[in-house]
């Protein structure tokens, strides 16, 4: 069984840019979610998803950040403008979607803002 | 205000030797204890979880302890092995949030 995917896996921009993070996640999997995992850290929550609904996106920047989950299957993650302080790995991860199901994450995607 | 509290930040282990990892809590609402092993380049994966209703969860060479009045678990791995060297994360989950609050990471690495 295919695990997450997630594209692109290294970005490097300038700040100020645009950057889209993809994500498909297992299928079957209704749940899906976005962390931010700085160098050193913990992933850190951004945003979830249970079908195509942002259930909690408490901890998204929305001044820059913005998602989406079409069709409740894959996910884009988008920051406009990107600041030198977004670099990080941004990780995606699905679950069944039952309270305390695991979490499967994917290989993440690195940015690096210039 | 950090909700989940890991430590040692890094940790270097003699192959054959026991690694402790431990983190405490503060909202005693959380009801799920996970943790995730992650190595360099890859997505965290879980390892082993437990509920508050055991004191202990065994698996393989890994063991979680867990202590309900002290807001604590841990993490222990047996006969460590090279292959074990990666980062460890604890988390917690529970609550009116029903997310996964990580703690910040625990570098193992066990030498041969």
């Known amino acids: 069984e295919a695990g997450v995917v997630q594209s692109p896996r290294y970005k490097i921009i300038e700040k100020k840019q645009p950057v889209a993070f993809w994500c498909n996640p297992i299928?079957?999997?209704?749940?899906l979610y976005w962390y931010l995992q700085n160098l050193g850290q913990g992933p850190e929550l951004l945003i979830r998803y249970e079908n195509e609904e942002a259930v909690d996106d408490s901890q998204l920047p929305k001044d820059r950040f913005s998602a989406e989950r079409l069709k409740g299957v894959d996910s884009t993650l988008k920051i406009q403008p990107a600041e030198l302080g977004d670099s990080a790995v941004y990780l995606c991860?699905?679950?069944?979607?039952?309270?305390?199901?695991?979490?499967?994450f994917g290989p993440g995607t690195r940015l690096t803002v210039l | 205000q950090q909700q989940v509290k890991q430590s040692p930040q890094s940790l270097i282990v003699q192959k054959g030797g026991i690694s402790i990892i431990n983190c405490a809590y503060e909202n005693t609402a959380f009801d799920y204890f996970p943790w995730y092993q992650q190595f360099p380049g890859k997505g965290p994966a879980l390892l082993i979880a437990?509920?508050?209703?055991?004191s202990e969860k065994k698996e393989g060479r890994f063991t979680i302890s867990f202590n309900k009045s002290a807001k604590q678990f841990s993490l222990h791995i047996m006969d460590s092995q090279p292959g074990d060297s990666a980062t460890y994360f604890c988390?917690?989950?529970?609550?009116?949030?029903?997310?996964?609050?990580f703690g910040k990471g625990t570098k193992l690495s066990v030498k041969p």
């Open positions: 988390a917690a989950e529970g609550g009116s949030q029903g997310n996964l609050i």
């Open positions: 437990i509920r508050p209703d055991v």
């Open positions: 991860a699905s679950s069944l979607g039952q309270a305390t199901d695991t979490q499967y």
């Open positions: 299928s079957g999997h209704n749940t």
